[in-house]
């Protein structure tokens, strides 16, 4: 089982930036692909982007394409979502997970979670 953990949420105003961390522990940790989804007050999950074990391929939901940039460092067993020009909406809490499923271009479901993490929350002010 891997166990996940996220940091790096915080309070920024509107075109901020902020950089979330997901440090994965327990039995391969870097060998999962992984995405980030996030959960808004009231809203449904989210997904937001994934990448492949390797690093070789990602993707980004459409609301954040061109903001968000998602990275791993399996040598440190980290996966990271550099978040720019940040907007009120973007206001969730924020979950890494590894999945089970995941090739280029695949759009990630709840169904395809493996670990997840306590989330981190992330609040953007206008």
């Known amino acids: 089982q891997v166990q996940l953990r996220e940091s790096g949420g915080g309070s920024v105003q509107a075109g901020g930036s902020l950089r979330l961390s997901c440090v994965a522990s327990?039995?391969?940790?870097?060998?999962?692909?992984m995405g980030w989804f996030r959960q808004a007050p009231g809203k449904e999950l989210e997904w937001i982007s994934a990448?492949?074990?390797?690093?070789?391929?990602?993707n980004y939901a459409p609301s954040v394409k061109g903001r968000f940039t998602i990275s791993r460092d399996n040598a440190k067993n980290t996966v990271y979502l550099q978040m720019n020009s940040l907007k009120p909406e973007d206001t969730a809490v924020y979950f890494c997970?590894?999945?089970?499923?995941?090739?280029?271009?695949?759009?990630?479901?709840?169904?395809?979670?493996?670990?997840w993490g306590q989330g981190t929350q992330v609040t953007v002010s206008s």
């Open positions: 997970v590894t999945l089970r499923i995941y090739y280029s271009g695949y759009v990630p479901s709840t169904a395809d979670f493996g670990s």
């Open positions: 990448i492949s074990w390797n690093g070789k391929y990602t």
């Open positions: 327990g039995a391969t940790g870097s060998s999962n692909a």
